[in-house]
Nanobody, 116 residues
Framework: QVHVVESGGGLVQPGGSLRLSCAAS????????MGWYRQAPGKERELVAT???????NYADSVKGRFTVSRDNAKNTAYLQMNSLKPEDTAVYYC??????????WGQGTQVTVSS
């Protein structure tokens, strides 16, 4: 069993920054890809960014140039640095971790609210 826990959400003003963390723990074999997703009220969950164990990244067009995903493989932890936040970035942010043998595990989510 793999446990995934997100942290770092909160309330921030437009133009501000937040850094989210995602830690995977438990019976991990090998985490390949870690990803950040978000779900706003009344909308479907959408991809924000992903990062592989080799450091290859992928971003949604809506966050390119503002968000940066990074990772500490030794700690099985991923980060999402979010800058120049906009009200439309308000959502619950979820992290997942893909173990190459055990499949995909999701965290419980962390709320990000961008409002003045």
């Amino acid at each position: 069993q793999v446990h995934v826990v997100e942290s770092g959400g909160g309330l921030v003003q437009p133009g501000g920054s937040l850094r989210l963390s995602c830690a995977a723990s438990g019976s991990i074999f090998s985490i390949n890809k870690m990803g950040w997703y978000r779900q706003a009220p009344g909308k479907e969950r959408e991809l924000v960014a992903t990062i592989t164990s080799a450091g290859s990244t992928n971003y949604a067009d809506s966050v390119k140039g503002r968000f940066t995903v990074s990772r500490d493989n030794a700690k099985n932890t991923a980060y999402l640095q979010m800058n120049s936040l906009k009200p439309e970035d308000t959502a619950v942010y979820y992290c997942n971790a893909q173990d190459i043998l055990q499949g995909v595990y999701w965290g419980q989510g962390t709320q990000v609210t961008v409002s003045s």
